[in-house]
């Protein structure tokens, strides 16, 4: 069970949407039975308040469903979008030596899982996957400005380590949606930055780093 990761802000709109969808249901049953209203109104209001009980209902299971893929989906609710395959590179300043260099950019994709309620984020290099064990996507109510947030644990068991590394992330969230940039921190320690950009908003098959890379190369191909 995916737990839910939505904001104050997320809920309040929510809200409204579910007061605005009861009160169009029970108008418009009111509005077909009209003759019979006349008539009988207990027995039409009764249907109504049915109505309007259900149609909220309704609503956020749909919201619930839906993959938060869609612009104008997006614009209507108010929630911004990270749903999808993100690609792009992991700048870190773990230094393997004491007066070593630094590692050089690791390419890295994120599949990015969202819906109205829920968020999840299943991260990829060619050695180490890692998944997000809390998230939030906040949207500052005055300017805009969104950040992903997300609390997320590697594995690594090559060579028989079978090592978890805990770690967080803070990514700004920009271009159109199409952007990911900030910063992580790991309790190996190490820390780093990490920039991305969305490839596609249809992730539902990707389920490994090389699944990533085929759709960037094949991507890549298409737009030379």
Not at 178 to 204: A, F, H, M, Q, V
Request: charged letters at 20%; aromatic letters at 8%; one cysteine or more.
């Amino acid at each position: 069970m995916i737990p839910l990761s939505i904001t104050s802000s997320d809920l309040a709109r929510l809200a409204k949407l579910s007061v605005a969808l009861g009160t169009i249901a029970a108008a418009f049953v009111v509005a077909v039975r009209w003759n019979t209203f006349q008539l009988s109104p207990v027995s039409v209001l009764g249907q109504a308040l049915s109505a309007a009980f259900s149609a909220p209902a309704l609503g956020i299971l749909v919201v619930r469903k839906i993959n938060w893929r869609y612009p104008w989906i997006s614009k209507l609710m108010g929630r911004r979008m990270v749903h999808g395959l993100w690609w792009g590179e992991l700048n870190s300043d773990y230094i393997e030596t004491p007066g070593a260099s630094t590692l050089p950019p690791i390419p890295i994709a994120f599949v990015i899982r969202q819906t109205y309620l829920t968020l999840s984020i299943k991260s990829y290099t060619s050695a180490i996957p890692g998944e997000s064990i809390l998230e939030t996507l906040h949207a500052h109510p005055v300017t805009g400005d969104a950040n992903l947030r997300y609390a997320y644990q590697m594995t690594r068991r090559a060579n028989a380590e079978n090592k978890a590394t805990l770690g967080y992330g803070d990514l700004v969230l920009g271009s159109e949606d199409k952007e990911l940039c900030g910063d992580y921190w790991t309790n190996s320690p190490s820390s780093g930055r990490i920039r991305l950009t969305l490839l596609t908003r249809d992730c539902d098959d990707v389920r490994s780093f090389t699944d990533a890379q085929r759709i960037n190369d094949r991507l890549k191909a298409v737009s030379v």
